[in-house]
């Protein structure tokens, strides 16, 4: 534990001024860890993926980061139909297996694209782009101290050390906090914060478990070591990638 409150307090400050600073220095850092994300979960497939589609989502990666950045999201549609496009021709030539290729697109989406909403949040939902970390972290980080201290009821076998107690005490948190940031800087959202806080918990924790039975299926602890304690840059974004997702389905709505 001690390990992960260390790496903790050293990686947040820089998470912080990233987010404070947003602009290149937010996209370049959204680049740099969808490269190492789709790294590690080419890695942790195995022998069902190949050197040849991890190269292919590299490149697939850096355009999707040009798009958001340059303020093109129209462009990661076609993008996506492209690369299936791609995928599908190199399975056509006998260069990637069909799982390969259906594993590549998911890898895509679920990491690539995920991560560059982050960006495309902050610069265009700038007072819901908060409640991405808000939500993910503070249900994390209380979900797992309210699972250590008064956790005794399995949540779910996929995650054994995960608790309803936890889960609970993580859901709480978040909507309190969730609260507190809307009462001082969007009071117009404190009718629906609460719901929307409960939901977006619920959601970040899934996206915990989802990830976990992905690891258990390619039989890895982690996706990678990268953060002492942590693991990978995906064992750290598994909750934030649902929460992403969940904030944009909801200002997609709302706007």
Known sequence: MKTRILSAVVLLPLLIFVLIKGGVYLS??????SLIGVNEFVNALGKNSSQFTKYTLFIATIINTLIIYTKNEK????LI???????????????????????SIFVFIYVS???SIVYF?????????PYIF???????????FSGVFFGKHKLSSISPKKTVEGAIGGILFCAITCFMYAYFFQKDFLSFVIPFAIIGSIISQIGDIFSSAFKRAMNIKDYGNIIPGHGGILDRADSIIFTTYYIYLIVSLMY
Not at 28 to 33: A, H, R, Y
Not at 81 to 102: M, N, P, Q, R, Y
């Open 75 to 78: 462009l990661i549609l076609p």
């Open 113 to 115: 694209v995920s991560l």
């Open 81 to 103: 139909i492209l690369l299936l496009f791609v995928e599908a021709t190199f399975v056509v030539f006998g260069k990637i297996s069909a799982v390969d290729a259906g594993m």
């Open 121 to 129: 949040l902050s610069s265009n939902y700038s007072i819901f782009f």
């Open 28 to 33: 370049l850092f959204i680049l740099v860890c």
């Open 134 to 144: 808000i939500i993910a972290m503070v249900t994390d980080t209380f979900a797992y």
